[in-house]
């Protein structure tokens, strides 16, 4: 009988969406505030899905991945996306009833083996995981590289962003040849 065991914790993943440098700007402190320090971010990369945030926060929309220093446990994304959630009403333009986001921020947490993002909407690949949160697996490790699924945003193999994914893998096994070794017998 296997025994029950919570899993090693993975890395903090932010994905921003956005029309305008400032509101990654707005962004940065409070998520430093709650997550921590940003470990490594990548520069623009061109959002490819135009029209699913056109009508909201414009055309011509850019995305950054952003990578945190210290480790989360691989369950926390139910409590983490309502806190993205509120960093992006924060700096939102209200009109009347509703919050015109100027940035979308989507959590993930990844693994040596796989990135896992959250998201509030509903596909048959998504696993709900509590407090209206999906798991959506981007990325998975096979034969020394991250591959697509067949539903992968683009913006998830575009090279800067596999650059990213590489560094912040390698970031575990940093911290693995740093931990203390155990005390021998």
């Not at 430093?32 to 490819?48: A, L, N, V, W």
């Not at 926390?76 to 986001?101: M, N, W």
């Not at 596909?123 to 067949?150: C, E, M, S």
């Amino acid at each position: 009988m296997a025994r029950i065991q919570a899993p090693p914790p993975g890395r903090l993943i932010i994905s921003a969406i956005y029309s305008h440098i400032d509101a990654v700007a707005d962004s940065l402190h409070p998520l430093e505030k709650q997550f921590g320090r940003i470990m490594c971010e990548t520069m623009d990369i061109p959002y490819t899905d135009t029209e699913k945030y056109a009508e909201e926060m414009g055309s011509d929309l850019m995305r950054r991945f952003f990578s945190f220093e210290k480790p989360v446990p691989r369950d926390a994304l139910p409590e983490i996306k309502p806190i993205c959630s509120k960093i992006e009403r924060q700096f939102g333009d209200r009109v009347h009833d509703y919050t015109f986001r100027t940035i979308n921020l989507d959590p993930g947490i990844m693994t040596p083996d796989s990135l896992v993002m959250a998201s509030h909407r509903e596909y048959n690949h998504r696993i709900y995981l509590g407090k209206g949160v999906f798991a959506d697996i981007q990325l998975i490790w096979v034969r020394g590289q991250f591959t697509r699924l067949p539903w992968t945003d683009p913006d998830f193999c575009n090279g800067e962003a596999v650059d990213f994914f590489l560094r912040v893998r390698e970031s575990f096994e940093l911290a693995h040849e740093t931990a203390e070794p155990a005390p021998s017998t």
